[in-house]
């Protein structure tokens, strides 16, 4: 497992976290390897979410992933996945640990700044729904 996907989520990019939150990701070695900016749709974002359609959060977080921009990317290091889920910190970010991207940029539970994959088959997944195979080097 040598890769992981990240959007950095409209909230982040909103209030102009986009070069420090990129700094600390490659500065903790994680390789760049496709990036844009982009805006979900609201079909983009229920296809994407489809995992959580039945939680009661649902329509809020379809809301807020297609409020504005996102960065998304595709990153590469040994043990991605989880080495990247420790970098961003726990989902709601009054338990996420000092340091992490959650604890520094996340304002809650709904608006935590960054996604990060949560599987080897999700990443790989989440990579192809939005880049082309040309756009990742
Ligand atoms: P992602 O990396 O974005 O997938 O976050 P995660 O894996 O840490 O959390 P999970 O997949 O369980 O939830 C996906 C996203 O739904 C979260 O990142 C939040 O943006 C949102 N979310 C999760 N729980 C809540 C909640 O209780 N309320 C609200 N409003 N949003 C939530
Ligand atoms: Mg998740």
């Known amino acids: 497992g040598h890769k992981t996907f990240t959007m950095l989520k409209p ?5 102009g976290h986009i070069g420090a939150i990129l700094n600390q990701i490659t500065a903790s070695g994680f390789k760049i ?13 229920e296809t994407f979410y489809a995992i959580h359609k039945e939680r009661p959060f649902f329509g809020e977080l379809v809301e807020y992933m297609t409020r504005g921009p996102i960065v998304a990317a595709v990153l590469e290091k040994e043990n991605a996945v989880e080495d990247f889920r420790t970098l961003i910190g ?14 520094k940029y996340a304002a809650s539970i709904g ?13 790989e997944i989440e990579a192809a ?5 040309r756009e990742m080097f």
């Open 33 to 45: 390897t496709a990036m844009k900016l982009t805006q979900m749709t609201t079909a983009d974002a």
């Open 111 to 123: 608006e935590n700044a960054v996604h990060g994959s949560d599987s080897d088959e999700n990443a």
């Open 90 to 103: 726990a989902t709601n970010p009054e338990d996420a640990a000092e340091g992490t991207i959650r604890k």
């Open 11 to 15: 909230d982040a990019v909103e209030k």
């Open 129 to 133: 729904f939005h880049f082309a195979g």
